[in-house]
């Protein structure tokens, strides 16, 4: 890869050895990098954390590069998508209320 790569991940935030990046970050082998996902994400997204200090030490180093811009999870947040995960879920919920097998049910209700 380039050293002026671009890097853009809005998929799966595991795809990434974050620290790995950040190693490749010091050593200024990406112009940029954009990440819509991270894989540790769950419980620091969403959330008000103003007063908390963030205790993953990767992401905390990650986002001081001035190149680097993380967000949390929008991927999804299109005109499209939305309505669908709406209907989805209300599908979903009216099966499952109605005592119906849903498509999207993974484990078997008991």
């Given at each position: 890869?380039?050293?002026?790569?671009?890097?853009?991940?809005?998929?799966?935030?595991?795809?990434?050895?974050?620290?790995?990046?950040?190693?490749?970050?010091?050593?200024?082998?990406?112009?940029?990098?954009?990440?819509?996902?991270?894989?540790?994400?769950?419980?620091?997204?969403?959330?008000?954390?103003s007063l908390t200090p963030v205790e993953d030490d990767v992401l905390v180093r990650l986002v001081t590069f001035p190149n680097v811009l993380v967000t949390s999870h929008?991927?999804?947040?299109?005109?499209?998508?939305?309505?669908?995960?709406?209907?989805?879920?209300?599908?979903?919920?009216?099966?499952?209320?109605?005592?119906?097998?849903?498509?999207?049910?993974?484990?078997?209700?008991?």
């Amino acid at each position: 890869m380039r050293d002026d790569a671009i890097l853009i991940n809005s998929s799966r935030g595991g795809l990434i050895d974050t620290a790995a990046l950040v190693d490749e970050l010091r050593a200024g082998r990406f112009t940029g990098v954009g990440l819509d996902v991270y894989e540790a994400e769950a419980g620091l997204f969403f959330l008000d954390k103003s007063l908390t200090p963030v205790e993953d030490d990767v992401l905390v180093r990650l986002v001081t590069f001035p190149n680097v811009l993380v967000t949390s999870h929008q991927a999804y947040y299109t005109v499209d998508a939305v309505p669908e995960i709406i209907e989805t879920t209300v599908r979903d919920v009216l099966d499952y209320t109605a005592g119906r097998r849903s498509e999207n049910v993974l484990v078997p209700r008991s």
